[in-house]
């Protein structure tokens, strides 16, 4: 994985602005804050994410990637300022199950999500190195 980092440029915190990667690519769609059976035990966001990367991890592993191999992470909020407000747990939870990240990343708030209680999505590409 190269990072693309134009000459002058600082470095980004918590993404990359760029990368370059060749391999098998991977990708999953949006994962929301439920369990493998569909239920939601939470209405908190942090915990909506920790459940949200788990899950992510877990269709990972059936296409033998590893959370390393995540090149682009695209999230959705249903509210900016939980958000915000949630960023040390959500950094914790994403330190224990995704490690260090160096992928690209946006995140953006919408007015909902298509299942009501569901306050974060999380769609993930991966590159499996050849």
């Not at 693309?4 to 602005?17: F, H, I, Q, T």
């Not at 939601?40 to 296409?63: C, M, S």
């Not at 914790?92 to 995704?98: N, P, Q, S, Y």
Request: glycine share 8%; aromatic share 8%; proline share 5%.
């Amino acid at each position: 994985m190269q990072i693309l980092l134009p000459p002058g440029w600082p470095r980004p915190k918590g993404y990359s602005n760029g990368i370059s990667v060749r391999g098998r690519m991977v990708f999953v769609a949006g994962m929301i804050g439920w369990d493998a059976q569909g239920e939601f035990h939470t209405d908190d966001l942090a915990g909506q994410v920790r459940q949200a990367l788990t899950n992510v991890v877990a269709v990972l592993k059936e296409a033998d990637a590893l959370p390393e191999h995540i090149v682009r992470m695209n999230w959705y909020v249903t509210d900016k300022r939980e958000y915000v407000a949630a960023y040390p747990e959500i950094g914790k939870a994403f330190r224990e199950l995704i490690g260090s990240f160096n992928a690209t990343m946006m995140a953006v708030e919408v007015a909902a999500l298509i299942e009501d209680r569901a306050k974060v999505e999380i769609e993930v590409t991966a590159v499996v190195p050849d």
